[in-house]
């Protein structure tokens, strides 16, 4: 069963910048594409950012250009740089591989609330 592991949130002002983390118990950690997902109150889960084993990587819209997915495969661990932060961004942000989200296995998240 994998484990993940999210930290790093917490409560910023509108424009500030948080990075979270993302530690993963997976054997196979740097063959697998990692997601970081968030949801808001009364919204389904969105996914924010992808990164790929080939460290390729894919963001939504709405956070382009602000936020950052990088992985590091020596400590099967998977970050979300996030600058320039909007009360939009509030949620609870969780990371994710691709079968984990098919199969409705996730974390407990990191909450981050960003304050006008």
């Known amino acids: 069963q994998v484990q993940l592991v999210e930290s790093g949130g917490g409560l910023v002002q509108a424009g500030g910048s948080l990075r979270l983390s993302c530690v993963v118990s997976l054997s196979t950690f740097s063959f697998k594409a990692m997601g970081w997902y968030r949801q808001s109150p009364g919204k389904q889960r969105e996914l924010v950012a992808k990164i790929d084993s080939a460290g390729s990587t894919n963001y939504a819209d709405s956070v382009k250009g602000r936020f950052t997915i990088s992985r590091d495969n020596a400590k099967n661990t998977v970050y979300l740089q996030m600058n320039s932060l909007k009360p939009e961004d509030t949620a609870v942000y969780y990371c994710?591989?691709?079968?984990?989200?098919?199969?409705?296995?996730w974390g407990q998240g990191t909450q981050v609330t960003v304050s006008s």
């Open positions: 994710n591989t691709d079968l984990g989200r098919t199969l409705g296995a």
